[in-house]
C-alpha cells in the first residue's frame, strides 16, 4: 500500500492509502480511507474518512461514501449512490451548536463481496448487503440484504433470487 | 454580511452574501445567494439565485439548491438532496425556442428552522417543511410536512411524531 | 458541427461533437459524444461516449448519461438523473478480472422530442420514454413511457394524460 496526497485544482486526495492500480477520475475528493488494489473511482464522487473499500471494485461517478461504509472486493457501485451514518442527522446540537463528528454515533454499513448497488439507490445506516446481491436502481435500502437476491424499491424489498451463485 | 466573487479552478462564487463563519468546500457553484452565519457547504453543491439559506445550516455534498428555496436557521440538508421548482419543467417553448428565466414561474419551497432532509431524498416545488421535522433518505416530497415529524417513502408519507420536541 | 477538445482544470471535453451555440458549465466530464444546437449542460454533469444528444436540450446539474443513451430534440433532463445501460452490474468477471468495455452489453434508451424527466428521476436501460411526456421528480422509470403522459412513483406509472399536446 502507498499514501497519497494530493491537492490540484481538478480533485482532493487528503491521506488516502491505496493498494496497486488504485485510479481516480477527476472531480474526486476522498481523506483518510483506503482502497485496494486495482478499485476505480469516477468522477464526482467524495469518499469520507474511515471508509475502507476492498480490491477490485468499481464506484461510479456521483457517489458518496461517508465514514463507516466498508465495501468488501468487487463491489460494484453504482452512479449517484448515497450512503448514510446517521439515521437522525441534525445541522445542530439542542443548544444551538453546530454539530461535529463527536456529536453523533456513526451506524456501519457494510456491503459483502461481488454486490453490486444500482444507480440512484440510497442505503440507510447500520444495514449489511450481502455477498453477490443486486440492489435495484433508485432502490432505498432500509434493512438487511440476504445473499444472493435482487432488491428494489422504497423501501427495498426481495423481488427475486439470482440464479448466479453469490461467488462468495 | 459581506459579498464574496471568486472565480477559480476549484469553485465559482459569484454574489454571494455571507455572514461569519460561513464556509464553501471545494468544487461548489453558487450565485447570487445569501448564507447565515455559520452554515457549511460542502462538495458538489450548487446554489442558485435567490436562495436563501440561515445561520448554522449544513449542506451537504451532491446537493442542489434551485432559486425559490428558502431554509431557516438550522437546517440540515443530506448529500445528493434535490430540489424542484418548477412543476412542468421543459427545455422549450412551445414555438421551440430555449425557454430562458421569464418563460417559468419559480415555484417556492421552506425548509421551517432546525429540519433535515435525509440524503437522497427530493423535494417538489411548492412545499413547506415543518419545524424540526425530518425527510427520510430517499424520499420524494410531493406536498407539505408538518412539523414535528418523520416522513419516508415514494410519495413521502408520516410514518411518525418525533419524540424530541422541534425546539422551534 | 465541430469538436471540441479541452482538459483544464474546471471541465474535461475529449472529442465532444457540438452543433452552434452549445455551452457547458464548469464541472462537465464528457467525452465522445454529441450534442446538438442550442444545447445546455450544467455543472456536476458526465457524458460518456455515444451518447447522441439532441438540440436546444436541456441537461441539469449532477445528471449522468452513459453510453447508450439517445436524446430527440427539446428534451428537458432534471438535476440529478441517473440513467443506467446494464440490467446486471458487476465490478468484475466470474473469474475476479475487473470488467471492461467488452465485458457487458449497453441495453440503450431513448428519450423522444420534448419529453421532460424530472429532477431525481432514475431511468433504467432499454426503455424509450415518449414524446412530450413527463417523468416525475423522483421517479424510477422501469418500463417504456408512452407519449403525452405524466408517470410518477417508484417503480414509475402513469398518473395522468398531459392536457398539452406532445408537440411531436
Known amino acids: ?23 481516480f477520475y477527476g472531480f474526486v475528493n ?11 473511482v469516477g468522477p464526482f464522487v467524495e469518499i469520507q474518512k474511515n471508509v475502507r473499500i476492498g480490491a477490485r471494485c468499481k464506484i461510479s461517478s456521483h457517489s458518496f461514501l461517508c465514514e463507516g461504509v466498508e465495501l468488501e472486493d468487487e463491489v460494484f457501485v453504482g452512479h449517484g449512490v448515497m450512503f448514510v451514518n446517521d439515521k437522525y442527522p441534525r445541522a445542530t446540537n439542542e443548544d444551538g451548536s453546530l454539530q461535529g463528528g463527536a456529536d453523533w454515533q456513526v451506524s456501519p454499513t457494510r456491503v459483502c463481496r461481488r454486490a453490486s448497488i444500482g444507480s440512484g439507490a440510497t442505503i440507510l445506516c447500520g444495514v449489511e448487503i450481502g455477498a453477490g446481491s443486486l440492489v435495484g436502481a433508485g432502490a432505498v435500502v432500509t434493512r438487511n440484504v440476504p445473499p444472493g437476491v435482487v432488491v428494489a424499491g422504497n ?8 440464479s448466479e451463485p453469490a461467488q462468495a
Open 155 to 162: 423501501p427495498a424489498r426481495v423481488i427475486r433470487k439470482l
Open 30 to 40: 476522498a481523506y483518510g480511507c483506503s482502497l485496494g488494489a486495482g478499485t476505480k
Open 1 to 23: 500500500m502507498s499514501l497519497l496526497n494530493e491537492a490540484g485544482p481538478v480533485r482532493f486526495l487528503r491521506n488516502v492509502e491505496v493498494g496497486e492500480d488504485v485510479s
